[in-house]
């Protein structure tokens, strides 16, 4: 049976005048991975505290396990946290950073040093028993923050963006990691991040968050294939937006005017003169020296301004006829691209890539 292991209910948070977290709603599953994303300040952390005990809702409530938890103590909760700054321990070493929390609940020294020597083996520190936070490197103190947090064996960890302080390589090496040993444990994780290639790697699922709100609450593949809303679409990945107007619809699809030129859509409700956005990312689209007839395929006529490598892909800008810019990723362009550049040539998606979205 699939348990609900965190639940908010209706959930406000006022400092003084300011709503920082508007109505969150939410289940977490036991052994579920759920990540909070979204931009800085828009009420990530002061959720996660709510949950953990450090922080009380202006409204609402909190379940875990099932149970309400208003008034019990963040040290009386069945949650550990781990934050962005380790917070480990600095006059303690190793062995005893990892411990602490079993000592404070008294246990056996022989189950200290057991518990201890396999947390030490599961985030592959053996051997730093003696040594200071101070002698650990920034990637190795954080295995020690999580060695620490997973201890007690919580129901549920709470990680306030873990890996924000380590560099980039390091950064997706543990974020690997962190996945790996959560699959393993099958502990509860509420991860906090406002880094989106991040949340999509590691997460079951993605509330993406913006203004203490949540704006969509889904798979990564929902969240980036589907966007409910213009903020997610723009938030998460890199996307083609048009903003205009239903000018027509038939039975199967509709076309949006944007500045004087027309993409087809799905027609799902659409109605005329409906002020909409249309999302498509850039892989979807592809350049055509010619406007090849296909069907179910939107075609726009444009300008090839520009190619960018990055890397493995690359960035091609097209310019269209009514001043909008678009832009194109493709893995291992051919050469013919350059052949392209102030040329006039065509974009094309399938039908089904664009993305409607009304606000
Ligand atoms: N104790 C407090 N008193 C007053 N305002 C607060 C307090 N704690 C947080 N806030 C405000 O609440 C808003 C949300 O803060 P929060 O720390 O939850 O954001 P966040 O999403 O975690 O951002 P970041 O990505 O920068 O960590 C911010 O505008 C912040 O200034
Ligand atoms: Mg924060």
């Known amino acids: 049976m699939s348990v609900n292991m965190v639940e908010l209910r209706n959930i406000n948070k006022q400092f003084g005048e300011t709503k920082v977290v508007q109505d969150v709603s939410l289940h977490v599953k036991e052994g ?11 009420g990530k952390t002061t959720t996660l505290r709510m949950i953990a005990g450090f922080e009380q809702p202006t409204s609402g409530s909190v379940l875990l396990d099932g149970k309400q938890v208003e008034g019990i103590p963040a040290n009386k909760r069945n949650v550990n946290t781990v934050f962005q700054s380790y917070a480990l321990f600095p006059h303690m070493n190793i062995f005893d950073n990892v411990a602490f929390g079993l000592k404070m609940r ?10 201890v020597s396999k947390m030490l083996e599961l985030v592959r520190l053996q051997g730093y028993e003696t040594r200071t936070p101070a002698q650990l490197s920034g990637g190795q103190k954080q295995r020690i923050a999580i060695a620490r947090a997973l201890i007690n064996n919580p129901k549920v960890i709470l990680l306030d963006e873990p890996l924000g302080a ?4 390091l950064r997706k090496q543990m974020q690997v990691e962190l996945k790996h040993l959560q699959q393993q444990l099958k502990i509860t994780f509420i991860y906090v991040t406002h880094d989106q290639e991040e949340a999509l ?3 079951d699922r993605i509330a993406v968050m913006n203004n203490g709100f949540i704006e969509q609450l889904g798979s990564p593949t929902d969240i980036y294939e589907k966007p409910q809303t ?9 996307t083609n937006l048009f903003e205009g107007e239903i000018s027509r619809v038939d039975n199967s699809y509709a076309y949006l005017d944007f500045g004087g030129k027309e993409i087809e859509v799905k027609n799902e409700g659409l109605r005329v003169g409906e002020k909409v956005f249309v999302t498509i990312r850039p892989e979807r689209i592809k350049i055509v020296g010619d ?11 444009g300008r090839f301004k520009e190619l960018i490598y990055v890397g493995s892909v690359s960035k091609m800008v097209v310019l269209l006829e009514n001043g909008k810019e678009v832009v ?9 691209t350059h052949d392209y550049i102030n040329k006039d040539i065509y974009l ?3 039908v089904d890539h664009g993305v409607v979205m009304k606000e």
Do not use: H, Y
């Not at 380590?166 to 390589?169: Q, S």
């Not at 406007?291 to 006529?301: C, D, E, F, W």
């Open 32 to 42: 579920e991975f759920l990540t909070l994303l979204g931009p800085s300040g828009c």
């Open 106 to 115: 008294g246990a056996d020294k022989r189950v200290i040093k057991e518990k």
């Open 166 to 169: 380590l560099d980039l390589k």
């Open 201 to 203: 790697t590691m997460s």
């Open 230 to 238: 213009k903020f997610v679409a723009d938030f998460i990945g890199e």
């Open 291 to 301: 406007q090849s007839p296909k069907t179910n395929a939107v075609k726009l006529k």
């Open 328 to 336: 194109v990723n493709e893995q291992a362009a051919g050469s013919e």
């Open 348 to 350: 094309t998606w399938g």
